[in-house]
Nanobody, 116 residues
Framework: QVQVVESGGGLVQPGGSLRLSCAAS????????MGWFRQAPGKQREMVAR???????SAADSVKGRFSISRDTAKNTVYLQMNSLKPEDTAVYFC??????????WGQGTQVTVSS
């Protein structure tokens, strides 16, 4: 079994920054990719950013230039640095991982609220 735990959410004013962290642990032989998606009330789930085992990253157009994803391979941890936050970034942010050649897991999510 694999556990995925997010942290770092909270309330921030528009224009502010937050850094989310996600650690994967358990029966992991290899990590194929780690990423973030978000779910806002009444909206479809949206992929936010992803980084592969080779360090190739991608991000949704809605966050490019504001959000960046990075990783610490030794700790099986991925980070999402969110700058210039907007009210429309308000959502529950989930971390997900592909491990061991095809197994998929995700965490319980962390709330990010952007409001003045």
């Amino acid at each position: 079994q694999v556990q995925v735990v997010e942290s770092g959410g909270g309330l921030v004013q528009p224009g502010g920054s937050l850094r989310l962290s996600c650690a994967a642990s358990g029966s992991i032989r290899s990590i194929n990719s780690m990423g973030w998606f978000r779910q806002a009330p009444g909206k479809q789930r949206e992929m936010v950013a992803r980084i592969t085992s080779r360090g190739v990253s991608s991000a949704a157009d809605s966050v490019k230039g504001r959000f960046s994803i990075s990783r610490d391979t030794a700790k099986n941890t991925v980070y999402l640095q969110m700058n210039s936050l907007k009210p429309e970034d308000t959502a529950v942010y989930f971390c997900d991982v592909y491990v061991n050649g095809g197994q998929y897991y995700w965490g319980q999510g962390t709330q990010v609220t952007v409001s003045s």
